[in-house]
C-alpha cells in the first residue's frame, strides 16, 4: 500500500494528501497487526481461564466427595494452579495446539503431553504445595473436555478455522484435464496428504468425458455434492478463469491452484490460516515450525539436562570440559545435538550437529556418501522430537 501511494501520489504537489495516506496506511497495519495478535494471545487466555477454572472446580469436588477430611494449603489457589495453568499453555503451545486453525488432534496430543509434563513438575513440588494427583489428573481431562467444547462453538460461530473434517480426509474435485489429475493425485499421494477424490471437473463440454461436469456447472456441483476443497490446475485452464471461478466460490469450499511447470500445489486451509506451497520434491516435517520449535526444544532441554547431572560427567566423560564447551554453545545456539551427516544444499538448514542422526560424530561416519545422505533426507523427512531424544540417550558416551 506504501510503496502503491508513493508512486501515485510522491510528487510534491500531493505532498500533503500523501502524508494523510501514509498516517492512515500505519493506522491500518497497527489495526491489522493488534487484531491479530488480541486474537491470538486471546484464544491462549480462554485458555488460562478453562483450565484454571477445571483445576478449581475438580478441587472442590475432590474436597467435599472424596477427601473431604483433608485440608489444602492456601498456597493451592494462589501458586500451584496458576504456574499448573502456565505449564499447560506452554506445553499446548509447543505441541502445536495454537498453530494453523484448529486440530482436535492438536489439542489431544497437547493434553497428554500437559498432563505427563504437569505430573513430572509436581513430583519435583516440596511438600507443602502437593495437594493430590487425582486433583491435578482429573482438572487436566476437564480442560480438555471444556477447551474441546469451546473450540468446537468457535468453529461453529467462524471465530476460528477449522482443518479437519469428521474423518479427516477433504472431499476434493480436481479441475483440470486428466493428466493433470493423475499428476495432482501422485504429488499429494507422495506428499502423504489424506484427500478422498470425488472427481475430476472438465475444461470443456465435451460429453465424452468422464467428468462429474465441467466449469460452468461449478457452482450446481457445489449444491449437490459434498465438495470441500476444489483444486484448480493451470494451463488451459487460465489464472483468468480461475480468478473468476474462486470469487463465485462459496465461502465454506477451500481452494488450490496446481502449477504443472513447476509442479506445485498453492493454497490455504482458510483466509485465516496460514497458507501451504506443497511441490513435486521431498515435503520435510523438519521445515515445520512446530518441530523446529520442538528441536530446539529439545537442544535446550538436553543441555539443562546434562548441566543438573554436571558431577556424572566427570567419571564418565574424557575430556568434561569439551563436553561443557559442547552444553553451552547448544544453549547459545551456535550447534544442535543431532545434525545431518553431510552439508547437503537441498535439505532445510540445520546448525552443525555435535551428533549426526546416524548416532555418530560426523569424523566417524565411515558410511558410503549414499547411505549418509538417504539417512539426513529420512531424518528430515520423518523428523519427531523423540528421534533426538533417542539418539542423544542411547549414544550419550559419543556426546
Known amino acids: ?29 497497527a489495526l491489522s497487526a493488534f487484531s491479530r495478535f488480541t486474537k491470538w494471545i486471546g484464544l491462549a487466555a480462554i485458555d488460562a481461564i478453562i483450565i484454571l477454572m477445571s483445576f478449581w472446580l475438580v478441587k472442590l469436588f475432590w474436597n467435599n466427595f472424596i477427601k473431604s477430611e483433608v485440608i489444602y494449603s492456601s498456597n493451592l489457589h494462589v501458586i500451584a494452579f496458576p504456574t499448573f495453568t502456565g505449564v499447560f499453555l506452554i506445553a499446548s503451545y509447543f505441541a502445536g495446539l495454537y498453530v494453523n486453525g484448529f486440530k482436535q488432534s492438536r489439542l489431544t496430543n497437547s493434553t497428554v503431553i500437559a498432563i505427563v509434563v504437569l505430573l513430572a513438575v509436581y513430583s519435583f513440588l516440596p511438600e507443602d504445595l502437593r495437594f493430590s494427583r487425582g486433583i491435578l489428573l482429573f482438572g487436566s481431562l476437564l480442560a480438555f473436555i471444556l477447551m474441546s467444547f469451546t473450540r468446537a462453538l468457535f468453529v461453529r460461530w467462524q471465530m476460528i478455522e477449522s482443518t479437519q473434517n469428521k474423518n479427516g480426509m477433504k472431499e476434493t474435485v480436481i479441475a483440470g484435464t486428466e493428466a493433470q489429475f493423475d499428476e495432482v493425485q501422485a504429488l499429494l499421494s507422495n506428499a502423504g496428504m489424506r484427500e478422498r477424490m470425488i472427481g475430476r471437473i472438465g475444461l470443456t463440454q465435451n460429453k465424452l468425458e468422464t467428468t462429474m461436469g465441467n466449469m460452468s456447472e461449478l457452482n450446481s456441483m457445489l449444491s449437490h455434492f459434498p465438495i470441500e476443497e476444489i483444486i484448480f490446475c493451470e494451463g488451459i485452464l487460465s489464472y483468468k478463469k480461475i480468478i473468476e471461478s474462486i470469487s463465485k466460490i462459496p465461502g465454506k469450499a477451500r481452494f488450490m491452484i496446481y502449477s504443472p511447470c513447476a509442479q506445485t500445489l498453492i493454497g490455504s486451509e482458510g483466509r485465516n490460516v496460514s497458507g501451504n506451497c506443497l511441490a513435486g520434491n521431498e515435503m520435510f516435517n523438519i521445515e515445520m515450525p512446530v518441530h523446529r520449535r520442538n528441536k ?12 543438573l547431572i554436571f558431577p556424572v560427567h566427570f567419571f564418565t566423560k574424557k575430556n568434561p570440559s569439551r563436553f ?3 552444553i553451552f554453545a547448544v544453549l547459545e545456539g551456535n550447534y544442535t545435538w543431532i545434525g545431518y551427516c553431510l552439508d547437503e544444499p537441498l535439505l532445510p538448514a540445520l546448525k552443525i550437529g555435535i551428533l549426526t542422526n546416524t548416532g555418530l560424530p560426523n569424523a566417524l561416519n565411515t558410511l558410503p556418501e549414499k547411505n549418509l545422505t538417504d539417512a539426513d533426507f529420512t531424518y528430515a523427512k520423518e523428523y519427531r522430537s523423540l528421534m533426538d531424544l533417542r539418539i542423544a540417550w542411547t549414544n550419550y558416551n559419543l556426546l
Open 1 to 29: 500500500m506504501s510503496v502503491f501511494a508513493k508512486k501515485h501520489y510522491g510528487s510534491s504537489r500531493a505532498g500533503f494528501y500523501n502524508s494523510l495516506i501514509q498516517v492512515a496506511i500505519f493506522l491500518r497495519a
Open 324 to 326: 561443557f564447551w559442547k
Open 296 to 307: 530446539r526444544l529439545v537442544d535446550i532441554s538436553l543441555a539443562l539436562f546434562f548441566l
